[in-house]
């Protein structure tokens, strides 16, 4: 007897709220464990999606790109709101074809729709940065109800923010040029003190420069003289045409964010996360 209740304890099986003499034995739908399905593990709160699945274990990757082992019981997982059993997937006879990515590196979900959009909001300086943003990081922005919005240029900072009264639920994350020591951006950025807001940033005086050269085939940005607009000269030197053709093409030639410093990713990423962060 007392080996039978030795056998039900805690760690045997998930419970069954249901059926707390254990006299039944639950039963949960199978649902193979394919790269790319959504899952949540019951009990930690883990969501994520599935990389692989591999001696009694799921492999599941979460929104930051951090991967984790999850043992396979019985009712261990939530897919789409329901409960169920992992299972590993069969064989394919033909070629295994790796989970696609999306241009900031997370793991694609076909046909996924977009969130309805959060009350928290990411603002940045200017068309080029909101498109840039867009080109990389969309899918994740949509998949997570993130809308960005131009400040048009960071001076009224202080004043959008008033506006925008950002509490738990209603975050506000900048990202801003060339916030480096002693720089307009630099102190424009002390000035804001809230808890609820987040600014970040990269080195370079254009968001253009964030843009790794090499796409473009030279080794390095040019130097452009004070007091001279930077995307202008830019142009000019290089001898590409007029700053918003150039723009196109440059911005085209970003394929994912490896392209890109990693300044600007790191900026961008701590950004998304701290807007879609709960409230507590």
Known sequence: MADSIYRRGILSEP???DDPQGKRAPTFP?????????IEQRGSGRRGVVISVA???????????????????DGGFTVKGQRVTLVPPKPNTGSAKPPT???????????APARMARASRILVEGLHDAELV?????????????????LDGADH??????????????????????????????????????PFVLITGHDFIDIW???????????????I???????TGVCRQLGVGDPPAFWKRLRNSVGSFADLDPSLVGAVEQLIDFVTAPAE
Do not use: C, Y
Request: hydrophobic share 40%.
């Open 225 to 231: 003289p004070r007091g001279e607009d930077w995307k």
């Open 55 to 73: 001696k009694g274990f799921v492999t599941m990757r979460d929104r930051n790109g951090r991967d984790s082992q999850q043992r396979l019981v």
């Open 134 to 150: 867009e080109h990389v990081w969309g899918d994740d922005l949509r998949a997570e109800g993130v809308v960005v919005e131009m």
């Open 157 to 194: 900072l202080a004043e959008t923010v008033s506006r925008f009264q950002p509490r738990p639920n209603r975050r506000l994350g900048v990202l801003l040029d060339h916030l480096v020591d002693g720089s307009k951006e630099s102190r424009i950025a002390a000035e804001i003190d809230d």
């Open 15 to 17: 419970l069954d709220l």
């Open 101 to 111: 990515r999306t241009a900031s590196g997370s793991v694609a979900i076909a046909n």
């Open 30 to 38: 199978k649902v193979a464990a394919r790269p790319g399905l959504e």
């Open 209 to 223: 420069a964030a843009i790794k050269p090499s796409l473009i085939g030279v080794h390095a940005w040019p130097e």
